[in-house]
């Protein structure tokens, strides 16, 4: 019973394509998130919905469209995907919006762009 | 612009000894801190926090200690097991966000 689980774990594709990672919590939490590691392992937040509603967007390009369905799942959609999007892209949850609540994190999608 | 940074890439500490980890800021109106554990191929895990109003937070065998005044704080890891063999990140909350260090890799030696 995993309470971050997104899927797949990996992907691998080739530019242009368009391509979807999937999350989903069963914590009950009313936030979640997604994170995008880089090549040099920063860790930085992309997008934040709370409740299905979209609070934060961190200047993502908007070929990444994140799609929350309900509180429990938020999806995240790439468009014609580039080189630079390869990364390990995380999903998180928190029970709200105050950020000084610990995050849970799922375990990753490991994206590389051929 | 890195406001929370993990200057050492990696550290290797002897089973049983005490592992300390280094984290700095630059954003004085950070008011609470988070450190998180990652092991390969899972994501960060939560280990433990302290608000800028302590000095010490303490559980178990992890303590964080946070000096305002040199905007540094440390995680404290004793007695170190191989378990704690991981990347640890510091984090800091801004504006409904986490800004995250770059980590640092922890080897314990048995």
């Given at each position: 019973d995993t309470a971050v689980s997104q899927t797949p774990k990996y992907l691998v594709t080739q530019?242009?394509?368009?391509k979807s990672i999937k999350c989903e919590q069963n914590l009950g939490h009313d936030t979640m998130y997604w994170y995008k590691q880089d090549s040099k392992k920063f860790l930085k937040i992309m997008f934040s919905y709370n409740n299905k509603e979209l609070i934060i967007n961190e200047t993502v390009p908007n070929r990444f469209s994140p799609k929350s369905p309900d509180k429990a799942h938020l999806n995240l959609h790439i468009n014609s995907l580039e080189l630079g999007d390869s990364a390990v892209y995380f999903c998180a949850s928190s029970p709200g919006v105050y950020s000084n609540q610990p995050q849970h994190f799922g375990d990753g999608t490991r994206l590389s762009i051929l | 612009d890195q406001q929370v940074k993990q200057n050492s890439p990696s550290l290797s500490v002897q089973e049983g000894r005490i592992s300390i980890l280094n984290c700095d800021y630059t954003n004085s109106m950070f008011d609470y801190f988070l450190w998180y554990k990652k092991y390969p191929a899972e994501g960060p895990t939560f280990l433990i926090s302290i608000s800028s109003i302590k000095?010490?937070?303490?559980d178990?065998?992890?303590?964080?200690?946070?000096?305002?005044?040199?905007?540094?704080?440390?995680?404290?890891?004793v007695p170190s097991q191989p378990?704690?063999?991981?990347?640890?990140?510091?984090?800091?909350?801004?504006?409904?966000?986490?800004?995250?260090?770059?980590?640092?890799?922890?080897?314990?030696?048995?």
């Open positions: 530019m242009g394509n368009d | 000095d010490k937070n303490e178990g065998r992890f303590t964080v200690f946070l000096n305002k005044s040199a905007k540094h704080l440390s995680l404290h890891i378990g704690d063999s991981a990347v640890y990140f510091c984090a800091a909350p801004r504006d409904d966000k986490i800004i995250f260090g770059k980590g640092t890799r922890l080897h314990i030696l048995p």
